[in-house]
C-alpha cells in the first residue's frame, strides 16, 4: 500500500486562541494570580468531585491547595478549606460516604477523614512523618500509606563530645549509600519509607506494618484485606540499577514478604480488581536503555500467569496510568499521543475506545503533556484535568467521550488579561526525512505584515514532551512581542518507541538537526525577524540550547537554563546517579570519549552567541557545578555570557512564585539586550559547519541553489555540487582541496559556497571536450556543461580535474540497450566499491523533466551517485526537502534514472 505524506512545512492545520477585549499582556508577576486545578476524584457512584485548586501566595512566597467538592454537574460548588494551607492526597471511601485527605491546615500535617452527608471531620492521626498515599481497605475501616521512618545512622568512627557552653559548627555528615540525595528533598536521612496501616474504625490506631532495609511505593490491599500489595527496588544491590523494580505482597498479621514478579526490568504501580483475581501493573522487560515503553501487565492475584494486555496493532506508546473498569473487563488508560496525552478505555479484546486528548497535569509553566491525572466511577464516568491552550487546568468530566468543563478558577483573571494563540505544522527533518510535530506561538496583537523577533524554546527531559496548552513562560515572551517555536525532537515520547530510542547512547545527536529543520520554516515566513532569533532551553533543552550555539550561528543570544554541560562530571555528580548508567553503554572512565563528544564543553571554543545561564544553587538534578563550567568557559573564551543564580532554588525553580519571576525576567531582559533593531536576511550563518557526524550525512547539506546564502552563482553549481559531493561520499582529503582554494580546514557552508562558485570561475572552457567524445562526436567542443548558463561555459573535465578525480565514461545519450548500461554501471562498482558516478541528467523519470539534450547541453543537470550496502543511492542538489538541504531519491527513482533514462554517467575515482 503506498503512502503519500507529503509534509515538508504543512500549513497550520490547528489554531487555539481565546477572543477577548482584554487590554493587559501576561508578565511575570502574574504568576502569583494563576491557580490551577489538580488531583480530580471522582465518588465511586460518580455523584461528587473532589478536587484541589493550587495558588501561590505572594507575601510568603509559598504553594497553596484548598478543597473543594461539587456536584456531578459541576453545581453545589464548596469550598472545604479556605486559606495558606496545603491540602494532598484526596482518596474516596469505597462506599463513597467519606473522603480522606491531608492537610497543615492545624500547623502539621494529619490525615482528616469529611463525612459527605453531614460535613463533620475528623482528624484520626498526628504522625511524626507526613504520610505518603492514602488507600482504604476493601472495608472501608483502614487506611493504609506508606511513611518515612528514622534509623540510627551507623558510623565507623565517633566523635569526641562537644564541651558545655561551647559554639561549635554543625558536625560532619556522614554518606555511605547510594543515591545519597534528591532534588528538592535534600540529603536523605538515615532510613526507609515504611507501609502503616490506620484503623479508622478504632479512633485512628497506626501499626506499622514493615520494617524493611528499602523504600516502599504505590499500594493496593488484597481482597480480603489481609495484605498490602506494593512495589519498590529489593533486590541486591538494587540500587546500582535505575529500573529493575518488582511487585510484591506483604501480610498485615507479621510483614511477611512475598515477591509475585522477578524480572530484570520494571515492574510498577500495582492495582488489585474489582473482583480480587487479579493485579494489573506496568513494566517492562530492561534492557539497560535510557527510554522504553511502559506496558500494561496482567498476574494471578497470587503473581502465576503473568501475560500481557492485548492492544491494537498499531499501538507504540507508553501506559502512563490506568484504571480498571468497574465489571473488570477493560481499563482506562492514558498514554503521550502526538503532543498529546490521551485518555482512552480499552478492553480485554484489545479494542481501543478514546475519550479525551485534553488531559492535563500541574504544569503551568511550560507545556509539558506527560503528566496528568484521571479518576473513574463505577458506572463509567471519569473527572480528569482538562488542560486547553489558553488557560491552566480545570476540572472536567465525561462519560463515553462525551466531556465538558465544570471549574473556571481563572475567569476574572481572563477577562483582563491578553492571550496568544497556539499553532500547529509539521516538517520532514533535514536529517532522515523523519516528520516532527512544530508549535508556534504569535502575539495575542499579531500583524503578518509586521516582522517579530523569535525564540525557539527547548523542552526538558529529554524523554518528554510539550503539546498545545497554556504555557505562562511563552505567554508572557509573547507579551512581550516574540513569536515562540517548540518542537517535539526525537527522543521526545509519544511517537512510538523507536522514535524515543533514537538519542538512546547518543543524547544530543540528530535531535539537533530536527529543531535546525523547524528553525528555516518557520525563518521563511515574512513575519519573523530573521536577524532576531533566539534560543531558550531547560535542563535536557539547556543542554541544547548550549549545543546549538556551537554548531550554529542563527541565534543572536541564548538562555541556557540549568543544563547540563559535561557529562563526565554530572554522571556522578547529580541526584540519580544510576540512572544515567542507562544513557551511556559504559562508565565515564571506562569511555571517556564518548561522553566529552556529547558534552557541549567540548565544543565551547565555537560558541559566538552572547549567553546567559540560569539555575538554581540546590538543583541537584542538573547541578549548579554545571552552569559554573560552562560559564567560566565561556568568559575564557571572550563570549558575552553572565550568570544567574536563584537562592535555595531546586531543579523546580518554579516551585516559588519568586523563582519563575527570577527566572523569566532575567531572559527576557537578556534577549532584549541583545536584540538587533536593523533588518538582515539570513537563515544560517556561513560559518556553520555542516551538520552531521560522518560524510555521509554531511553531503546532505549541500546544496547548488541556496535562497538563503549571499552567494549568487546558483544555477552554475550543480556538477560542482555534485562533483563536491563524491569527493565526500570518497572521503577526499578535504585538507588539500582547502589548501587549494584558500578555505579553512572545517566543512562550513562559507567554504561549500566558495568551492563551488571558485569552480565555476576557474574553469573555462579550453576546447578540450576530453570524455564528451567517446559519447557523441558531433557535439561541439565548446559543449557548456557545468555553468552552461554563464557566457562563457565550463566544460566538465575541469571541474573534475579541480577535485583530482580519475574518470572514465560508462555510458551516454544513446540509443543502447538497457542491459548494456546496467552493466556497466555494476562493472565500475564491483572494480570501484568506493568510488561514485556523475550523472549527467536531461530526463528524470517519476521525478521531474528538464530540458532535452541538445548541442549546447548535453548535460544541463548533475547528480551524484553511489553504492552502500549493495544499493544505488542518489544525491540531488537541486531537489531540495528544506531550506538548503540535498534531496535523496527513492529506490524506485534511482532505477528509473540509472537504467531506464538515457543519462551520461562518468564513473569516477581518485588519482593514485
Known sequence: MKKCFKILALAVVLVFVEKSQAQENIVPMDVFDLKHVTNVEISPDGSKIAYLVNFKDIMTDKNHSNLWIMDKDGSNKQQINNGNYNDTGLSWSNKGDRLAYKSNKDGKTKIYIRHIQNGKEISISDTKESPGTLVWSPDDKKLAFEMFVPEPLEKFYELPQ????????????????????????????????????LNVAENGTLKQVTSNDFNHNKLGWSPDGKALISYSLIREAGYKEHKNTDIYSVALKDGKLTTLTDRFGADENPKVSNNGKWIAYTGYDGQKMSFQNDHLYVMDIDGKNPRKVKLPKDFDRGIVDFEWSSDDQGFYISYVDVGNLQLSYLDMDGKLTKLSDKLGGSWVYRPYSTTGSFSVANNGMYAFNHASAVKPPEVGVGHKGENKILTNVNEAFFKKKKVAGVEEFWVKTRHDQLPIQCWVVKPADFDPKKQYPMIL?????????????????????????????????????????????????????????????????????????????????????????????????????????????????????????????????????????????????????????????????????????ETEQHYAALKLQGVETAMVRIPNASHGIDAKGSGTVGRLTPILAWFEKYKDKTVQDFAYSEKEELPGDTREEKLKHVSQIDKLSATKNDYARCSASASLNAFLIMDGDWGKMNKKFGLSKELTFENVHKLQDTIVIVAKSDGEDGIYGSFKPKWDKKSRLAGWRTPEGVELPDVLKAFNFEYEPLFGPTKEKEYHKKGAVEAFFDENPSGAILMGVHEVMNAYKSEPIGENAPGNHYIMCYKRDGEYRFIDTWRKPGSYSNGVFTKEEVENMLFKTENMLVGLTFKQ
Do not use: C
Not at 558536625?171 to 496501616?197: C, E, M, T
Open 162 to 197: 562537644k564541651p558545655d557552653s561551647v559554639q561549635w559548627n554543625a558536625p560532619p555528615v556522614y554518606i555511605d549509600k547510594l543515591p545519597y540525595r534528591q532534588d528538592g528533598a535534600g540529603y536523605y536521612k538515615s532510613g526507609h519509607k515504611q507501609l502503616f496501616v
Open 457 to 625: 524554546q527547548i523542552h526538558g527531559g529529554p524523554h518528554a514532551s510539550y503539546g498545545p496548552f497554556f504555557a505562562l513562560d511563552f505567554q508572557t515572551y509573547a507579551a512581550a512581542g516574540y513569536v515562540v517555536l517548540y518542537i517535539n525532537p526525537r527522543g521526545s515520547t509519544g511517537y512510538g518507541e523507536k522514535f524515543t530510542q533514537e538519542i538512546n547512547h547518543a543524547f544530543p545527536s540528530h535531535d539537533y538537526d530536527d529543531l535546525m529543520t523547524g528553525v528555516p520554516h518557520m525563518l521563511d515566513q515574512p513575519y519573523i525577524d530573521k536577524a532576531n532569533v533566539f534560543v531558550n532551553g531547560e535542563s535536557g533543552g539547556g543542554l541544547l540550547a548550549a549545543w546549538i550555539t556551537s554548531k550554529s550561528g542563527w541565534f543572536r543570544a541564548a538562555a541556557v537554563i540549568k543544563p547540563v554541560i559535561n557529562w563526565f562530571t554530572f554522571a556522578l555528580y547529580a541526584d540519580n546517579v544510576p540512572r544515567y548508567s542507562y544513557w551511556f553503554p559504559e562508565h565515564p572512565w571506562e569511555n571517556p570519549e564518548h561522553y566529552l563528544k556529547r558534552s557541549p564543553i567540548s565544543y565551547v571554543d565555537k560558541v559566538k552567541a552572547p549567553t546567559l545561564l540560569l539555575t538554581g544553587e540546590k538543583d541537584y538534578r542538573t547541578p549548579i557545578a
